[in-house]
């Protein structure tokens, strides 16, 4: 910056870069410019190279604001916007965007009360084995029914909740809401199906997560073995020795554990050898280009052939057509999931559907 701009920390990781007399808007965005490409340098601490972004959310006087406490509000109402689209990127402030930091705000005010009026609920998606067509698994999605607004897909609260810490108490209430749904199909008599159910980032940086799934197990002890634990490849990267170590108690205690959306992330071959894992899941992503796509048929291909290289259980999301069954079928992927046969459905829709003289089973034909 110049020497009569200012540069100064506001708290935690926010700054505040006051620059006064700029000819034109364009000029902010210069600076902005610089900054993103200052940052994409490493840091080098203690000898490791550490790679940091940075969200930049710009206002201008007099148009965003007369004085210091407008321009410094709307300035963070555009770094928010920044944030979420994608983060490590400048946005220019817009009075549309208080609309919209209204409405989340809005959200977030509701989101932090749906746990406790109960708004929340759990539907169920099965996983079919490729060459039986029989229910292997199944998993746990969270759906929100807001009194006012209705449905709520995960897509639009999910992000919100991770970005407020509200995602731990969320992942919390899903394995007891999955706990308590394993033990009332015991009840009924049903025979033991595993239920998957996904781990948030936060829910394993925090150490929240062990604490809960200790208490599950005390109270049931076969639980640890219907649970599945899915983590996404991307979370299971972000931390690696971190991960590994939660991976290694979660282990111990006899949870299966899958890692989601395998492909979209880079994952080191070295640390993946490592994780004490039991599956891969193939992300949509490829699968909806199968057959027909050249290059998502040889990841999807790949990965199959690599995971039963390391003894993992490969498991194929997405799947809608008979041609994207008959393909994985070839390749010898144990399980799919997907819309070909079935969305999720409320627990007792589940039951009644899928539910044939004493196992669970489709009545979709096979290939």
Request: glycine share 6%.
């Amino acid at each position: 910056v110049r020497q009569e701009d200012t540069v100064a920390r506001q708290g935690g990781d926010e700054f505040i870069l006051l620059l006064p007399e700029i000819a034109h808007p364009e000029d902010a965005l210069r600076v902005a410019n610089k900054i993103l490409d200052a940052f994409q340098h490493p840091f080098v601490i203690s000898g490791h190279e550490l790679y940091v972004t940075v969200s930049i959310g710009i206002a201008i006087f007099p148009t965003d604001g007369n004085d210091h406490g407008a321009l410094i509000q709307n300035a963070d109402v555009a770094l928010y916007q920044a944030k979420e689209q994608g983060r490590n990127a400048y946005r220019l402030y817009t009075p549309a965007m208080n609309a919209h930091a209204l409405e989340r705000l809005d959200m977030e005010a509701h989101l932090r009360r749906a746990i406790e009026r109960e708004e929340f609920r759990l539907v169920y998606q099965p996983r079919v084995h490729v060459l039986t067509g029989e229910i292997t698994s199944v998993e746990a999605l969270i759906r929100w029914e807001h009194p006012e607004r209705g449905t709520i897909p995960p897509g639009q609260f999910i992000p919100l909740a991770e970005e407020t810490g509200l995602i731990a108490p969320i992942g919390e209430w899903v394995l007891h809401a999955t706990h308590a749904r394993l033990r009332a199909w015991h009840e009924a008599g049903l025979p033991p199906l595993r239920v998957a159910v996904n781990v948030s980032g936060r829910q394993l940086s925090t150490g929240s997560l062990i604490p809960v799934l200790h208490a599950i197990v005390r109270d049931c002890p076969g639980a640890a073995s219907l649970l599945e634990l899915e983590i996404t490849e991307s979370v299971a990267m972000t931390n690696v020795e971190e991960t590994l170590a939660v991976l290694r108690d979660l282990h111990a205690m006899g949870f299966w554990i899958a890692i989601d959306d395998f492909g979209t992330s880079y994952s080191s071959l070295n640390y993946l050898k490592q994780f004490p894992i039991h599956a891969l899941k193939v992300d949509q992503s490829f699968v909806r280009e199968i057959p027909g796509d050249p290059n998502s048929e040889a990841i999807a291909a790949t990965i199959i052939g690599m995971a039963h290289s390391l003894q993992l259980h490969v498991i194929a999301e997405g799947v809608e057509t008979a041609e994207q069954l008959d393909f994985l079928a070839c390749h010898e992927c144990d399980e799919v999931q997907g819309y070909y046969y079935s969305r999720p459905l409320p627990p007792d829709d589940f039951v009644r559907t899928f539910f044939v003289d004493g196992a669970f089973t489709t009545n979709v034909p096979v290939g």
